[in-house]
């Protein structure tokens, strides 16, 4: 896997990632990471050992143009697509805002996903993502807490 993670004061941490345990502090994003398989791509994000979360939201930049998609959030890409994770499963939805700041993504469909009390593993079929490397911003929401990833970039 390779993605970003934090170190143990909250830095961000690339390349390949172990699996870290805090156990003081705000709620944390500890890893991010994607890995591509047959047809598909597998974005993991785990949550700290001793947080759990409402929604993950995944914003996907598969043009990787912050000219093109939603930018809004402070999230410092142009994103395509959105998976959103909860409990009882996750969809994949294309962006369709009027303006790049418009809130606006229309359901697609469903797709498989592994969502425990500390983590999400959504797998995405290469055909969402094209051919090119694709940034990844992934945001935790837990009530009115919310923690937001480093930008990751993988190719499917």
């Known amino acids: 896997f390779v993605g970003v993670g934090l170190d143990e004061v909250g830095q961000p941490v690339h390349g390949l990632l172990p699996r870290h345990r805090r156990k003081a502090g705000p709620a944390a994003i500890v890893e991010c990471r994607a890995r591509g398989g047959d047809g598909a791509i597998d ?12 929604q993950v939201l995944a914003f996907l930049d598969t043009d990787r143009r912050t000219s093109t998609g939603y930018t809004g959030l402070g999230l410092g890409i ?6 959103i994770a909860t ?12 303006s790049q ?17 500390h983590a999400v593993v959504l ?4 055909t969402d ?4 490397p694709v ?20 190719t499917p």
């Open 43 to 54: 974005v993991a994000v785990v949550v700290r050992v001793d947080e759990t979360f409402d």
């Open 78 to 83: 142009g994103a395509d697509q959105l998976v």
């Open 87 to 98: 409990s009882t499963g996750a969809g994949l939805y294309p962006f369709a805002g009027a």
């Open 101 to 117: 700041t418009s809130w606006s993504w229309p359901t697609r469909r469903s797709i498989p996903a592994v969502v425990a009390p």
């Open 123 to 126: 797998s995405l079929a290469k």
């Open 129 to 132: 993502l094209g051919t090119g």
């Open 135 to 154: 940034d990844l911003v992934v945001r935790v929401q837990r009530g009115s807490t919310v923690v937001v990833s480093a930008k990751v970039t993988f």
